[in-house]
């Protein structure tokens, strides 16, 4: 059993930027693909990015690639997430996601534990 606690989010101002972290505890997560979702109003839960715990091994989104950058450190057990250049469709709640097997996916459903989500909002 892993939780997930996310925080960092905020208001910021277009353009801007943000650090999202997810601090994870219990479990081993050697194994682990640990990722980011995000959830509009009104939306689906949309893929942002993904991290293969171990390896390093990346993957984003389309519509994030060159602004944001998924990371993660190993001995805090803590998940990172750089956001720059924000843009107002940006905004969103942002989820913690992990996945004890299988590699990185950009499927919600291949993800068996989240966090509670952490609000950013990008004004114009």
């Known amino acids: 059993q892993v939780q997930l606690v996310e925080s960092g989010g905020g208001l910021v101002q277009a353009g801007g930027s943000l650090r999202l972290s997810c601090a994870a505890s219990?479990?081993?997560?050697?194994?682990?693909?640990m990722a980011w979702f995000r959830q509009a109003p009104g939306k689906e839960r949309e893929f942002v990015a993904a991290?293969?715990?171990?390896?390093?091994?990346?993957s984003y989104a389309d519509s994030v690639k060159g602004r944001f950058a998924v990371s993660r450190d190993y001995a805090k057990r803590t998940l990172y997430l750089q956001m720059s250049g924000l843009k107002p469709e940006d905004t969103a709640i942002y989820y913690c996601?992990?996945?004890?097997?299988?590699?990185?996916?950009?499927?919600?459903?291949?993800?068996?534990?989240w966090g509670q989500g952490t609000q950013v909002t990008v004004s114009s």
């Open positions: 996601a992990a996945r004890p097997y299988g590699g990185s996916s950009s499927y919600s459903q291949n993800y068996r534990y």
């Open positions: 219990g479990g081993t997560l050697s194994t682990y693909t």
């Open positions: 991290i293969e715990w171990s390896g390093g091994r990346t």
